[in-house]
């Protein structure tokens, strides 16, 4: 089972739409939570983190954590044709090596 | 421009030569990775430093493969002897370490081997 479970979709959905993209995970240790956005033969670059449980929100991004489901979201508001990419989630746990868990992302296209 | 700088970004090699490149991470950070990721999965863990000193590495690296941080600065990876299987893009990510550090990625290098 791998550590970070993650719909590779491609998920499309037309202009404006609400956009709903998730992640689940085996360990409990977890404690930071990221979504790293993906564009074509590009790196991944960090969109949202988020430590331990609870929302957070940067325009029309939103992050959720829910530790006791072991269930992690993002939702984007007023979906655009420029949100058209890969969305991946990462965690990592606070003690010892940091190292980071990917999830093997979703591929979103949004529609104009 | 002040992000992660990684030298080439493409990379198209014969299968048997030996390949390197390089990583400039942001300049405060202490920390530095190397990823490699493959179409369509996430990014797969390689190596890690703080600041000279090469504190992990994956089981799942081989031995033909070598990475160095020299001074603590920037970082290159070698490849020895490549074969198709190696064909990926080669991320690296630095961070100013710290618990609940956050990871900031260069562009990758995409490297073909034929």
């Known amino acids: 089972q791998k550590e970070v479970e993650q719909d590779p979709g491609p998920l499309s959905v037309p202009e404006g739409a609400i956009v709903s993209l998730n992640c689940t995970y085996s360990n409990s240790a977890f404690q930071y939570f990221m979504w790293y956005r993906q564009y074509s033969r590009k790196g991944p670059e960090l969109l949202m983190y988020t430590y331990s449980s609870g929302n957070k929100e940067d325009g029309r991004f939103t992050a959720q954590v829910d530790k006791s489901s072991k269930y992690i979201s993002l939702f984007i508001r007023d979906s655009q044709p420029s949100d058209s990419a890969t969305y991946l989630c990462?965690?990592?746990?606070?003690?010892?090596?940091?190292?980071?868990?990917f999830g093997s992302g979703t591929k979103l296209n949004v529609k104009p | 421009d002040t992000g992660v700088s990684q030298d080439p970004r493409h990379k198209i090699t014969k299968r048997g030569q030996n390949v390197t490149f390089r990583c400039d991470p942001i300049?405060?950070?202490?920390?530095l990775y190397w990823y490699r990721q493959t179409l369509g999965q996430g990014p797969e863990f390689l190596t890690y430093?703080?600041?000279?000193?090469?504190?992990?590495k994956s089981r799942l690296l081989s031995d033909r493969f070598s990475a160095e941080r020299p001074k603590g600065s920037f970082s290159t990876l070698e490849i020895q002897r490549t074969e198709q299987g190696d064909s990926a893009m080669y991320l690296c990510a630095s961070s100013a370490g710290g618990s609940g550090e956050k990871l900031f990625f260069g562009s990758g290098t995409q490297l073909s081997v034929l």
């Open positions: 300049s405060e950070h202490n920390r």
């Open positions: 990462a965690m990592s746990a606070p003690r010892g090596f940091n190292k980071f868990y």
């Open positions: 430093f703080q600041n000279e000193a090469q504190l992990e």
